[in-house]
């Protein structure tokens, strides 16, 4: 979780910097299959990373990071 932020920081910063460099690229890679190797998380790694579980209608839980993602949770 901690390396995927600082992926992210890493890259929103490069993104608006302006910088186009084939490390970018690969940062994003990086983050992309993070993402998608874990999309659920617990309500207590949800509370750890600063996050807030939001209840939704028939849809279950939810938990939005400080950072604008949202995660179901398990």
Known sequence: MRMRRI????????????????????AVGAVSAGAASSP???RDDCTAAGGQVIARPYAGYTCALPDGTTQAIT
């Not at 992926?7 to 690969?26: E, H, M, P």
């Open 7 to 26: 992926l992210g920081l890493a890259l929103a910063t490069a993104t608006l910097a302006g910088v186009s460099a084939v490390g970018t690229v690969s």
């Open 40 to 42: 659920n998380i617990s």
